[in-house]
């Protein structure tokens, strides 16, 4: 009797492809931390990532452990291509709410399971069409890209990867009262443009003949502002909103905002209606200086009566502001400007100009009272001689 035949060897591995050492065989647990696209390579070609060692945030795997765990144990690399063309059969997964489409269109998509996004758009005013969400159900039947993923291959291939970044406790007080302030206080908004022209000329004046003293943009903001309260103080207000009541303040502690890497801060500058200018620029860059360092007190901190959040130092022309319960008003201020003004004898001339928004709770002051403040603020800033006395 003859011997029976040995079992064939098996095949040699070819040149480009993909051999997962049999020590990485298997599946993964659910709890192994891994990139989006490291998971799905994994699954594709069942590779049990708790035998990879992870190189991210936790010890989360990406796609480079993979390659070099795979190296490490005998295994022979081509996973890019081959991925590379398992991704650009997938669908795209993106909202495609906002594409434009016939509704003909929409609606065969929807009941084909298309996104419009893998559809060509070749209907009227570029929307997608039936005809071009019929080709998409062809080529995807037939296991072909569809043309927006074919153009979207090399962005496919290479997934963009994320690393968490949990929230700072800071971070975390910030986002949860803004976004309590936002939900709860009916924020209601007043724009004006203010001519800066006489204002800046003051502060040049000062801080060339007052010695040690250098008089900032925000500082005249600041003065106005607390002198604005004062005519107005039906805004000089906080919200109790467990008793529902309004607390009306004699003085205006006005808070600055400052950032900082970990976020936001806002340290007060006490009865500013009381402080020369020269004493609130001091004041403003000793808070600076503190909350930088991080040896602001509680008390420098809290219980102010008013926000100036000045984001005029990076360019921006008009931006809106949340309001920092208990209060009930912020003042967002932006860069000045330099635009030609028509005059009332319909003379033009060129001025700087500055916008400021104020955004106050509605709850407590109305929106004639809103414009009254910021009538008063444009009068004092346009007129800086009365921030004199």
């Known amino acids: 009797?003859?011997?029976?035949?040995?079992?064939?060897?098996?095949?040699?591995?070819?040149?480009?492809?993909?051999?997962?050492?049999?020590?990485l065989a298997g599946a993964s647990a659910d709890d192994v931390r891994a990139t989006p696209r490291a998971a799905a390579f994994a699954k594709l070609h069942a590779i049990d990532l708790g035998k990879v060692s992870g190189s991210g945030p936790a010890g989360r795997v990406s796609i480079s452990d993979i390659e070099k765990a795979i190296?490490?144990?005998?295994?022979?690399?081509?996973a890019k291509p081959e991925f590379?063309?398992?991704?650009?059969?997938?669908?795209?997964q993106r909202d495609d709410a906002d594409v434009a489409a016939t509704p003909v269109a929409r609606r065969l998509a929807a009941a084909r399971g298309i996104n419009l996004h893998d559809c060509r758009a070749t209907g009227s005013h570029g929307r997608v069409c039936r005809a071009d969400v019929e080709e998409a159900i062809r080529k995807l039947d037939a296991g072909q890209p569809a043309p927006a993923v074919q153009?979207?291959?090399?962005e496919v291939a290479q997934v963009n990867e994320a690393t968490a970044q949990p929230l700072t406790p800071m971070r975390r007080t910030i986002a949860q009262r803004l976004q309590s302030s936002y939900q709860t206080s009916p924020h209601f908004r007043v724009n004006t443009e203010i001519q800066m022209d006489a204002a800046l000329e003051l502060r040049a004046?000062?801080?060339a003949t007052v010695p040690g003293v250098k008089i900032s943009v925000n500082d005249l903001v600041v003065k106005a502002v607390g002198l604005a309260l004062t005519r107005i103080p039906e805004v000089n207000v906080q919200f109790d909103e467990a008793s529902k009541t309004v607390l009306q303040f004699a003085d205006a502690d006005?808070?600055?905002?400052?950032?900082?890497?970990?976020?936001?801060?806002?340290?007060?500058v006490r009865a500013v209606n009381k402080r020369s200018l020269g004493q609130i620029s001091a004041e403003i860059t000793d808070l600076v200086t503190r909350a930088k360092a991080k040896t602001l007190t509680a008390e420098q901190f809290q219980g102010g009566t008013f926000t100036v959040s000045n984001l005029g130092m990076y360019g921006v022309t008009s931006f809106d502001a949340i309001i920092n319960p208990p209060q009930a008003a912020i003042l967002a201020v932006s860069a000045g400007v330099r635009r030609l003004v028509?005059?009332?004898e319909d003379q033009v001339d060129v001025h700087t100009i500055m916008e400021v928004s104020l955004a106050s709770d509605h709850r407590v002051i109305d929106g004639a009272l809103a414009a009254r403040f910021v009538a008063?603020?444009?009068s004092i800033l346009e007129s800086p001689a009365q921030m004199l006395v």
């Open 376 to 378: 008063e603020l444009r």
């Open 71 to 78: 190296t490490a144990a005998g295994g022979q690399l081509a």
């Open 1 to 23: 009797m003859r011997p029976a035949a040995a079992p064939p060897a098996p095949a040699a591995p070819q040149p480009g492809e993909l051999v997962v050492p049999q020590a």
């Open 84 to 92: 590379a063309r398992q991704q650009v059969r997938l669908r795209s």
């Open 342 to 344: 028509i005059d009332d």
């Open 151 to 154: 153009a979207a291959v090399a």
């Open 205 to 207: 004046q000062i801080n």
């Open 254 to 268: 006005v808070s600055v905002a400052v950032s900082l890497p970990e976020g936001l801060i806002t340290p007060v």
